[in-house]
């Protein structure tokens, strides 16, 4: 990997881990409903009055052990460095971010605001060749058993969604957007990043 490669690689998955939880913060402030995975996140951190940082732990470990399950090998644990940095910068975000507060008209362009970060860090994070975070591995592993990505994507979106209900979590139209609005929006972003990498780099791959 050439210098110019590596500080590609570097820029972009930092960009990436950290506005990822600025867009995730936002949306909860919103008060419509987030993401699944994060609206269980922040469910299983009110519950049990943590700092959402390590519920976000918690929920990687667990994932990691299931994903090693189905592939039946060893924890992928690499894919927890995501998780780690990514607990770090929510609970930055959430401080930061406390004031602002979604009702509304103010309510659903924060909800937009937030989908069009998150998609965009998105972007940047998996053209990166750093470690996925668990939930991205495992919709790898299932993808891997012969299920179709978007169908495992959204299966597992679905059951982080029920629970999150279950431990009174905020489910709304937000979720919905998170769960079948953002894939549009960040292949958008991650065909124009690329383009520019592309052009840049000249090689078509940040590698």
């Given at each position: ?19 990822m939880?600025?867009?995730?913060v ?52 690499e894919?927890?460095?995501s998780?780690?940095f ?5 609970d ?13 008209l ?8 937030a ?23 495992l ?13 495992a994507?959204?299966s ?9 209900v ?6 709304g ?6 769960t ?25 791959k940040?590698v």
């Open positions: 990997m050439t210098p110019g490669a590596w500080a590609c690689n570097l820029a972009l998955y930092g960009i990436g881990v950290g506005i939880p600025m867009g995730v936002l949306t909860i402030n919103a008060h419509l409903g987030a993401g699944g995975y994060d609206a269980l996140n922040f469910a299983l951190a009110e519950r049990l009055r943590i700092n959402t940082s390590l519920g976000i732990y918690a929920t990687a470990v667990l994932v990691v052990i299931l994903t090693a399950f189905i592939r039946k090998g060893y924890p992928r644990l894919t927890f460095i998780s780690f990514l607990g770090i910068f929510t930055m975000w959430k401080t930061v971010l406390a004031p602002i507060q979604g009702t509304g103010a309510a659903i362009l924060l909800i937009m605001a989908g069009v970060v998150v998609a965009f860090a998105v972007a940047c994070y998996i053209i990166s060749v750093f470690p996925t975070n668990p939930t991205d591995d919709v790898v592993a299932l993808h891997e058993r012969g299920i179709r990505l978007g169908t994507k959204v597992l979106d679905a059951v982080c969604v029920i629970l999150a279950l431990l009174g979590g905020e489910i139209i937000g979720t919905i957007v998170c079948f609005g953002l894939g549009p929006v960040i292949d958008m972003f991650h065909r124009r990043i690329h383009g520019k990498i592309y052009g840049w780099l000249g090689n078509g940040v």
